[in-house]
Structure formats: C-alpha cells, structure tokens
C-alpha cells in the first residue's frame, strides 16, 4: 500500500499526558500536512512542510502542539499536556509542490482518533 | 469567520436520480476548488477540483460547477449509485496549499 499511513489510529489518552503520532506520506511527495477535524466539521488546517522546512502554522496551534519533520519523509505531531479539548480526528495529508502535478491534490491518510479523558 | 460553507447537512436521493451539492464560499481570492468524498473511519478521498479561471469540470459521473460571481460552487453526481453514499467536503485554496474546507454535507443513496 503506497498511500498516506499514519500511526496509531486510536488513542485515548488522560489530561495532562503528552502524545505523538506519526505520519508516512506518499514517498515521492514532499509537501506534508497536518489538519485537525471535531465532530460535524471539516478539516482545520494546523501546519505544513515542504520537505523539512516548516512552512505555515495555523493560530490553531498553541504552543503546547509542535509538528516535526527532520529528514522530510515521515513526519511527528505532538501535543503536550493533553486538555479534553484536544479530542479530535488528526489528519495527515501529502501532496506534490505545486508544478510537478496537473492537479494539485493533498491525499490524505486514515486519521488518528484521540480522546482525551 | 466560516470562509467556505456547506448549508445543506444531508441530502437524501433516489438511486439513479442526480445528486447536487452546493457550496459557498466569502473569500474572492481563493483560486482553486475542490470536492473530497469522506466514508467513516477514513481519511477524505479526492474526487474533482476546477480552477477559479473555468466554470465547469467533467469526470465521469461527476461535474462541478463554479459560478464566481455568486461565490457558489456546486457537485453534480449522476446517475446517483448507493456506493456514494458519503460525506462529501467542499474546499478552497488561495496560493499556499492550505485547504479551507466546508462543514460537509452527508448524502444518502437509497435504492
């Protein structure tokens, strides 16, 4: 399977924890995204790279969330001091840099669910 | 500030009838469209996309439709097949990659 993975899939986690979750793009694409969906939304936008250059941070992202990407291959989220408003789908996204793809679509992996008890 | 909206939060068609999604967007920089289908427990799943310099885009089953000077887009699915049953996303960009998405709207295909 060549598509975007990401890893775990579930979490539950207590308040105050620290979580990481991972995520494998495509491997020829080197634009990776990190999007964040609650319950009857659509994906928020958090942060992207452009291979390990961090590009974009949304206001979303307080300074407990920090998003890694040090070879510009798979990519870290972390979230630091876990609140219960932290429960949400976490989406990973990869795409090719705009002008190597006619259409400029982001594939997105399966999400990791998080809740924060 | 809900830059990218989806009013309508399902839609219920006969199998074999025309499924049309709409969508609104405020923002008149945004220069490229696209519809994603999103099935439950997996990530969305691109479908269509159109450039903000066309009006409409063809593929298959599935047309979508952009009228800028009402900041409306539309995603016309036809013949409807229960196996797209979904949610479906509506999302915009300007320049950068970030997508803005909508709130979704759920379509159920019956038989």
């Known amino acids: 399977d060549t598509g975007v993975s990401q890893d775990p899939r579930h979490k539950i986690t207590k308040r105050g924890q620290n979580v990481t979750f991972r995520c494998d793009p495509i491997?020829?694409?080197?634009?990776l995204y990190w999007y964040r969906q609650t319950l009857g939304q659509g994906p928020e936008f958090l942060t992207y790279?452009?291979?390990?250059?961090?590009?974009?941070k949304s206001r979303l992202l307080s300074d407990r969330f920090s998003a890694e990407r040090p070879k510009g291959s798979f990519s870290t989220l972390e979230i630091q001091r876990t609140e219960q408003g932290d429960s949400a789908m976490y989406l990973c996204?990869?795409?090719?840099?705009?002008?190597?793809?006619?259409?400029?679509?982001?594939?997105f992996g399966p999400g990791t669910r998080l809740t924060v008890l | 500030d809900q830059q990218v909206k989806q009013n309508s939060p399902s839609l219920s068609v006969q199998e074999g009838r025309i499924s049309i999604l709409n969508c609104d967007y405020t923002?008149?920089?945004?220069?490229?469209f696209l519809w994603y289908k999103k099935y439950p427990a997996e990530g969305p799943t691109f479908l269509i996309s159109?450039?903000?310099?066309?009006d409409k885009n063809e593929d298959g089953r599935f047309t979508v439709f952009l009228n800028k000077s009402a900041k409306h887009l539309s995603l016309h699915i036809v013949p409807s097949q229960p196996g797209d049953s979904a949610v479906y996303f509506c999302?915009?960009?300007?320049?950068?990659?970030?997508?803005?998405f909508g709130t979704g709207t759920r379509l159920q295909v019956f038989p």
């Open positions: 996204a990869s795409s090719l840099e705009p002008g190597r793809a006619l259409v400029n679509e982001q594939f």
């Open positions: 491997s020829e694409h080197n634009r």
């Open positions: 790279f452009q291979n390990e250059a961090q590009l974009e």
């Open positions: 923002n008149s920089m945004f220069d490229y």
């Open positions: 159109i450039s903000s310099i066309k």
């Open positions: 999302a915009a960009k300007i320049n950068t990659d970030k997508l803005i």
